[in-house]
């Protein structure tokens, strides 16, 4: 009798389909913590035998053994032993779309997208060593590569259509908004992956790092960026990516940097083109100064 057989004779096992959420009573609670427990012993044996012996090498069998079970538990948690590498983007993935879905409508969306990339970023952070490990694994297994870029666009497609619904259901338009027009499709996938790419982009640099610093800080400046990139709101009558603010309109008051990206936007054609380069990772402020000095040099 392996461990799942001894502990579902004092918990049944919980219906397809209903969450821990929903469940009701001690009883429920307790099965619900020793599936996901079983789920995290099944990945940490996983994890172990790939990184001691190779991951081709490693067998479901051998899995199944180092975690105590029978063969059949194993998939009777995870399809093939790939899967096992990723134990926790389902309910992640469960949390994100309720917290989308309980968003209050008066939220800025994309503030609403950023909150639920949080939870992918915070669900890595809570296990920094396994989660560096199971990078490292990643970079060498091209079959866990694309199990993870499969996993990676379940978030974004998510979030696109999130935002394509906030267009299609909003009656008061949030600022930089063009409800109806030909941009909106693409604006809402743009923003979405926008989102997403800067979270892997910090959870790389923190992974490579060895899981060390606040990388909840990092990833709220990447958000930053991307809102005075996409979504910053720009000065009555000016138009930014397609979108044109009405004269009128009730307009929040710019940054300078915002200021400056407008003015660059509008400049005349006559002007030359001047090129820089900057670090990906650069603070906005030190790539505008940067920019600002390269554009007093070619003038002086």
């Known amino acids: 009798m392996d461990r799942e057989q001894s502990s579902e004779q004092s918990a049944p096992e919980r219906p397809e389909g209903v969450r821990p959420a929903t469940e009701a009573g001690a009883g429920n609670r307790r099965a619900a913590a020793q599936r996901q427990q079983m789920r995290q012993d099944l990945a940490s044996a996983a994890m172990e035998l790939f990184a001691t012996q190779g991951y081709e090498e490693t067998t479901v069998d051998q899995i199944a053994a180092a975690a105590g079970v029978a063969r059949r538990t194993f998939f009777r948690y995870f399809r093939s032993k790939e899967e096992a590498i990723f134990p926790d983007h389902d309910d992640t993935l469960v949390r994100v779309a309720d917290l989308l879905a309980s968003a209050d409508t008066e939220e ?112 709220d400046h990447s958000f930053d960026v991307i809102r005075n990139t996409f979504w910053a709101t720009a000065p009555n009558g000016v138009r930014r990516r397609g979108t044109t603010v009405a004269p009128g309109a009730t307009v929040t008051p710019v940054s300078s940097m915002e200021a400056a990206a407008v003015s660059a936007l509008s400049a005349s054609p006559g002007g030359e083109v001047l090129i820089t380069v900057t670090r990906t990772d650069a603070p906005l402020e030190q790539v505008v100064d940067r920019i600002r000095a390269a554009l007093s040099g070619s003038t002086g």
């Not at 997208?113 to 060498?140: D, F, N």
């Not at 993870?148 to 008061?172: H, M, P, Q």
């Open 108 to 219: 800025h969306p994309l503030d609403v997208v950023c909150r639920g990339i949080k939870e992918v970023l915070r669900m890595y952070a809570s296990t920094p060593g396994v989660s560096v490990a199971r990078y490292q694994l990643i970079r060498q297994v091209g079959a866990l590569r694309e199990r993870e870029i499969a996993v990676v666009s379940r978030y974004e497609r998510l979030f696109t259509r999130y935002l394509l619904g906030r267009f299609d259901a909003a009656e008061e338009i949030p600022p930089g908004w063009q409800r109806g027009g030909d941009d909106d499709s693409m604006l809402a996938e743009v923003s979405a992956a926008a989102v997403v790419a800067a979270h892997n982009h910090v959870l790389r640099r923190w992974l490579r790092a060895g899981g060390l610093g606040d990388v909840e800080a990092q990833l």
